[in-house]
């Protein structure tokens, strides 16, 4: 498994503010991602037009420990901030989502400190899923923020659920 460490790369810094690189496929992609997460047609519809006019202002702090992360689309701005922590002493942190759930969050440096993944976890309208990010920078364009978004269904959960596994790979180009 992939060495977990709490600080990154000294050569890896996520900070800027990033637009997504919308395309139909990545709309259709992103429309598929949030159905598997058992969202309504209209919220979907709303979200995913709106695509756009997202930003996400990324401060990566201590080492990268700390990465503070405020999007800002037309529903709300979501800030938060992942504290990052080592496999010997792994760290929950609490933070509240874009719906006021109180949810919880781990997060770590793999890949000599290259990747930036975190787990959210506890939000109860997903009844026991689990979204899965991991963000770094393209290796072959530095002002590219790669974004691999999944959501992990409960195990717990029966095939005939409206949960099903989702994945989304968003791409960000560097604005500021």
């Known amino acids: 498994s992939p060495t977990r460490k709490a600080t990154a790369s000294p050569n890896t810094d996520l900070s800027g503010t990033w ?6 496929s990545f709309k259709s992609e992103y429309d598929d991602y949030l159905k598997n997460c058992s969202q309504s047609f ?3 519809k709303v979200i995913v037009n709106g695509i756009e006019y997202q930003r996400e202002t990324i401060r990566q702090l201590d080492n990268g420990q700390s990465l503070e992360i405020i999007a800002q689309n037309p529903a709300g701005n979501w800030n938060r901030t992942l504290i990052a922590s080592d496999s010997s002493n ?5 933070i509240v989502d874009p719906d006021k759930d109180t949810v919880n969050v781990e997060a770590w440096w793999e890949d000599d400190g290259t990747k930036h993944k975190s787990l ?3 939000k109860p309208r997903v009844k026991g899923g689990v979204f899965e990010t991991v963000r770094y920078l393209d290796v072959e364009d530095e002002d590219v923020l790669v974004c691999e978004s999944k959501f992990l269904p409960s195990e717990f959960e029966s095939s005939s659920s409206s ?7 968003w791409k960000f180009r560097r604005v500021a």
């Open 19 to 24: 637009a997504p690189i919308v395309t139909p």
């Open 42 to 44: 209209m919220f979907r």
């Open 90 to 94: 792994p760290l929950n942190t609490t």
């Open 120 to 122: 959210l976890r506890g």
């Open 163 to 169: 949960f099903k596994y989702g994945s989304v790979l």
